[in-house]
T-cell receptor
Framework: KAGVTQTPRYLIKTRGQQVTLSCSPI?????VSWYQQTPGQGLQFLFE???????NKGNFPGRFSGRQFSNSRSEMNVSTLELGDSALYLC???????????????FGEGSRLTVL | GESVGLHLPTLSVQEGDNSIINCAYS??????FIWYKQESGKGPQFIID?????DKRQGQRVTVLLNKTVKHLSLQIAATQPGDSAVYFC?????????????FGTGTQLKVEL
C-alpha cells in the first residue's frame, strides 16, 4: 500500500512568487491535513480537508490556502512568498470516520521550500 | 527579526536501557494524544496513541502514560535500540468539532549510545 506522496520534494522560490504543493493521500483516506515545520516554530497546523471541504484551519494568514479534489488529493498554495515561509511542508492523511473518531495520521516526507 | 531555532531537549541513553520522554500538554479540553517519531529527512511516524478515558496504553516496546490531572504525557521505550534515535513529538487533539487539528510539542531528541 503506497504511503502519502508529496511533490515536489524540494523547491526554491524568490520573495513575491507563489508556490503550489501537492499531496496524494493513502488510498481510501479522506482526510488530508497540512503542517508547516520550521526550526523556530516547530510543527504548526495549517488546515485540514475532508470530502473536499476545509474542516479545520490554523492561524496562518490568507496567503496560505488549500483545496481537496474529489479523489482526495490535495494542494496547498502560498502566494506572495516571504523569507519566513521557508519551511518543510508536511501533508498527512487519515482514514477519518465520524465526528468524534479522530484517527492516526500518516505523514508524507514533506516538501522543503526555500524562499530567497 | 532573526528567527532562533528551537533548542530541543536531548535525552541520551545507552543501548538496551529504557527511555522515558516527557511532554506537558496545554489544553485541558484535549482528549486524544499521539506520539510521533521523526528521523532526519523524513516525515513524522506514528508510534502510539491514547484517548483521555485511559491512563496507560502499551504497544510493542512502547508504553504511553497519561496524567490528566497535571496534563502530562510520557513515552517509555523499553530496551532502546540505535534505530530509536530520532526526535520524538507528542501531539494533542480535541475531538469535539470533528477532524484532526493536532497541536505538537517542541520535541525531544533521543540519542542512543552504543
Amino acid at each position: 500500500k503506497a504511503g502519502v506522496t508529496q511533490t515536489p520534494r524540494y523547491l526554491i522560490k524568490t520573495r513575491g512568487q507563489q508556490v503550489t504543493l501537492s499531496c496524494s493521500p493513502i488510498s481510501g483516506h479522506r482526510s488530508v491535513s497540512w503542517y508547516q515545520q520550521t526550526p523556530g516554530q516547530g510543527l504548526q497546523f495549517l488546515f485540514e480537508y475532508f470530502s473536499e471541504t476545509q474542516r479545520n484551519k490554523g492561524n496562518f494568514p490568507g496567503r496560505f490556502s488549500g483545496r481537496q479534489f474529489s479523489n482526495s488529493r490535495s494542494e496547498m498554495n502560498v502566494s506572495t512568498l516571504e523569507l519566513g515561509d521557508s519551511a518543510l511542508y508536511l501533508c498527512a492523511s487519515s482514514l477519518q470516520g465520524g465526528v468524534r473518531n479522530t484517527g492516526e495520521l500518516f505523514f508524507g516526507e514533506g516538501s522543503r521550500l526555500t524562499v530567497l | 527579526g532573526e528567527s532562533v531555532g528551537l533548542h530541543l531537549p536531548t535525552l541520551s541513553v545507552q543501548e538496551g536501557d529504557n527511555s522515558i520522554i516527557n511532554c506537558a500538554y496545554s489544553n485541558s479540553a484535549s482528549d486524544y494524544f499521539i506520539w510521533y517519531k521523526q528521523e532526519s529527512g523524513k516525515g513524522p511516524q506514528f508510534i502510539i496513541d491514547i484517548r483521555s478515558n485511559m491512563d496507560k496504553r502499551q504497544g510493542q516496546r512502547v508504553t504511553v502514560l497519561l496524567n490528566k490531572t497535571v496534563k502530562h504525557l510520557s513515552l517509555q521505550i523499553a530496551a532502546t535500540q540505535p534505530g530509536d534515535s530520532a526526535v520524538y513529538f507528542c501531539a494533542e487533539n480535541i475531538s469535539a468539532g470533528g477532524g484532526n487539528k493536532l497541536t505538537f510539542g517542541t520535541g525531544t531528541q533521543l540519542k542512543v549510545e552504543l
